[in-house]
């Protein structure tokens, strides 16, 4: 009988397969959406980008071995909330999860909402000649709230189709859209910067009504804007200042964090790593090949001056609009290198699937969190019920929904200067990141018991845990950044300290989610549920 | 701890509940192959199996309300991440737990159950998908190899709209999956193996009888015409996994 095995109860199969995480890895990081829409608002660096790219996700990288590490040991849904409240305490835990997972998301959705009108409705709608209401979402604050309102509607959707239908969702459009890449890639790598120069006058003045000149014009433009970042090189401090406007599009390898309790294999530590890994790696190969196609074509100084053309105006630095009245989208410019209108359509449609498989991710990590603070007795039992009927769960979306449609409001219509707190939507998590981080430093020194009896506890540098190596490299990275953004001794960032909305808008989510943890804890203990207790438990999945 | 009869008998009285209120509870498991072993026990081995039912994909925003009827209360956690394709339900003041699968049997391979397949049995997933329920677990173990035996040694081959195991069914199924094949023979070959051994003091005809229904469903799996897609999944073998990974609820 040696060849019979040795199993227990009946088994269940999780929703995801390690391809399925590592797609959603791939898309978190994406470089369509977050890379070329965080790219084009980095024009004012001395510090080359191709640098900053690479040796940002060198220190990433051991942000991944950091969450590989905790999910082999702890492979739960809710992620970040149920490590740090299992290993620094509740308060924390509760804290930092829910204003890093949940209340800074609402930040992100008029932010997707952006990048949805930049990169998927406004070319096109240019290329099938609707014109006006190509220009109207473009160019205007009803247009951008509108898109948000799409961007809220397609996400719950996908929400409610649930996991494994997403994760479909998400193949199908990887690999569609990595179709799309490969196509613009080829067209800037065979293209030539005067083909291009003819393509984007001819194509600009169709479809989006510029003028003639838009080249020239945009150019000129960019320059008076400060527009200076180059391809590479640079003094290594420059490089550094480039990194924390580079991690708005690169730090989230690990956004599947919260989801792993539902991923196959999950306490197989080397499976992690290589699946966010090897999505960190695949990416920043893609951005510098995707980033040197555009400097061989499109030309790397015009790139920069046309996104700082357009954001010197979007963000209310000048009175003149950009000559080209559309986000400069490269995938964009590169079907303006043929003047076949299906082809062009062909190429936009299959780039604009890196938006539609990655924005399911503004929401789906952040209901498992969700989720698990409930079952921890912290918010209402209620906001962790399904719809029977749909199996949606309609009170955590709508606890993501509706406050995310008041700060969509506020930041498409710009009021009390909110258009200019993007970069609190990273700072916010990366002090979540931060929390979890020691949580993994210290874990093998106050949970010896989990450490040791987990699949991490072999690896060693010089005798020390690997998880704490990697916990102090990369939580040393983001006191780096966390320094920059809040103190920004060089005015680069403008959400720091000297930004009075930018601070009080980031405290008062701390002051909200402290309200609600202190609060249940007490109403709990009325209740006799003694909330340490609960958190001095490691949840069963 | 609950006897196998306090069980079966739970499991009808689920059943016939489900069946007045519209919500058709199949079972599978232990159970199962119990209900169809009732003629020589010689292999079944059992005490105190776990209730499994799978219920179609439609019916599944019933069964919270029903199960609460009946006296159980829902592992909300785990149903909430799984609801879609799993449930657990526990009773109340015991530690009995009913197991449900909505849809498709889904484990290391797919078993499609939509296309009516339920209405064959009464009771029970029919014979077909029950014993290929077992044989498509690539980590087989003792028990399960017993089951199969208890299947095999229990009931015939032939139709299942004759209560038999539908020999049709378990070949058209492993010749449109190649990963179910590749597991399902594998399987019946160990089972083969355990026959053969001194282990069990078996009746010759009891042996040779089942010998011959493992052959008989060899031949029609290996008779039955495959697709294109199968034949070359067949080129490429077990150096690409064949199976999806199965693990405990409890990780």
């Known amino acids: 009988m040696t060849n019979l095995f040795v199993r227990k109860a009946t088994g269940l199969v999780r929703s995801w397969s390690v391809l399925d995480a590592f797609v959603y890895a791939f898309f978190s990081i994406n470089l369509i959406t977050l890379g070329l829409y965080s790219f084009s608002q980095m024009y004012y660096f001395e510090g080359g980008m191709i640098n900053a790219l690479i040796i940002s996700a060198i220190f990433i990288f051991f942000e991944v071995i950091v969450y590989a590490g905790l999910i082999a040991v702890m492979p739960r849904s809710g992620g970040d909330y149920v490590w740090q409240s299992r290993i620094l305490g509740g308060a924390v835990g509760f804290i930092l999860a829910v204003t890093g997972w949940w209340f800074i998301l609402w930040l992100w959705v008029p932010l997707y909402g952006d990048m949805f009108r930049h990169i998927v409705l406004v070319p096109l709608l240019g290329i099938l000649g609707a014109r006006d209401t190509a220009l109207w979402f473009a160019g205007t604050q009803h247009g951008a709230f509108t898109a948000s309102l799409i961007t809220l509607g397609i996400v719950s959707v996908f929400i409610a189709l649930g996991m494994k239908t997403y994760a479909r969702i998400q193949k199908f459009s990887f690999y569609g859209g990595v179709l799309g890449l490969l196509v613009v890639i080829i067209l800037l790598l065979t293209g030539s910067n005067a083909a291009f120069r003819e393509g984007l006058d001819a194509n600009a003045t169709a479809l989006f009504g510029a003028q003639p000149g838009v080249y020239a014009a945009t150019a000129g433009l960019g320059v008076e804007a400060g527009a200076i970042t180059p391809f590479a090189g640079g003094a290594l401090l420059a490089v550094f200042l480039v990194m924390p406007y580079m991690v708005f599009f690169n730090l989230w390898p690990n956004w599947g964090a919260t989801l792993y309790g539902e991923v196959r294999g999950a306490t197989d530590f080397k499976r992690n790593i290589s699946g966010m890994g090897s999505a960190l790696l695949v990416t920043t190969l893609l951005g510098i090949l995707l980033l040197y196609a555009i400097g061989r074509t499109i030309g790397w100084d015009f790139y920069v001056q046309s996104g700082a053309a357009w954001w010197n105006y979007a963000w209310g630095y000048t009175e003149t609009a950009p000559a080209l009245p559309v986000w400069p989208y490269p995938a964009l410019f590169a079907a303006f290198l043929t003047s076949n209108k299906f082809f062009q359509f062909v190429v936009v449609a299959l780039m604009s699937l890196w938006w539609f498989g990655w924005c399911g991710t503004v929401f789906l990590s952040s209901t498992r969190v969700i989720f698990a603070a409930a079952f921890d007795r912290l918010l209402p039992e209620r906001v962790a019920e399904v719809n029977e009927r749909t199996g949606t769960p309609v009170n955590a979306l709508l606890l993501m929904v509706v406050p995310s449609i008041l700060v969509a409001y506020l930041f498409s219509y710009n009021i009390a200067n909110f258009a200019s707190l993007t970069l609190c939507s990273t700072l916010v998590i990366a002090v979540t990141y931060l929390g979890t981080t020691i949580s993994a430093i210290v874990l093998p020194y106050t949970k010896p018991e989990l450490y040791n009896a987990s699949p991490i506890a072999k690896y060693k540098v010089l005798g020390i845990p690997l998880i704490t190596v990697a916990g102090l490299i990369f939580g040393g990275f983001l006191v780096f950044l966390l320094y920059q953004w809040l103190f920004d001794p060089n005015a680069l960032y403008g959400i720091g300290l000297s930004n009075t909305n930018s601070v009080i808008y980031m405290l008062s989510m701390y002051v909200l989610a402290a309200a609600i943890y202190f609060g249940f804890k007490s109403a709990r203990r009325r209740e006799g549920i003694d909330i340490d207790k609960v958190h001095a438990e490691i949840p069963a999945e | ?251």
């Open chain 2, 1 to 251: 701890m609950d006897t196998i009869s306090d069980l079966y008998l739970e499991m009808n009285r689920l059943i016939e509940a489900g069946r007045r209120q519209d919500l058709q509870l199949r079972a599978f498991g232990g159970l199962a192959i119990f209900a169809h072993s009732q003629a020589n026990m010689r292999f079944f081995r059992r005490d105190s199996p776990d209730v499994d039912f799978v219920v179609p994909r439609e019916q599944r925003h019933k069964l919270e309300s029903f199960f609460e009827t009946m006296g159980y209360s829902p592992d909300k956690q785990f149903n909430l991440l799984n609801g879609m394709r799993r449930q657990i339900y526990h009773q109340e003041n015991s530690d009995r737990r009913i197991d449900i699968l909505v849809g498709d049997f889904e484990m290391c391979h797919k078993l499609p159950l939509d296309d009516q397949r339920l209405d064959v049995d009464p009771v029970t997933i029919p014979l077909a998908e029950l014993l290929l329920s077992k044989a498509q677990i690539v980590q087989l173990n003792r028990k399960d190899a017993m089951d199969i035996l208890s299947l095999l040694l229990n009931n015939e081959l032939g139709r299942d709209t004759e209560g038999k195991i539908g020999l049709d069914r378990v070949a058209q199924l492993c010749s449109q999956d190649w990963g179910l094949y590749k597991t399902v023979t594998i399987n019946l070959e160990r089972v083969e193996e355990l026959l053969n051994t001194d282990e069990f003091k078996l009746p010759v005809v009891e042996r040779e009888l089942i010998l011959s229904r493992i052959g008989e469903i060899r031949d029609a799996i290996e008779a039955t015409p495959k697709s294109l897609a199968w034949q070359l999944r067949d080129k490429i073998g077990t150096r690409v996994r064949w199976y999806e990974e199965v693990e405990e609820v409890d990780r």
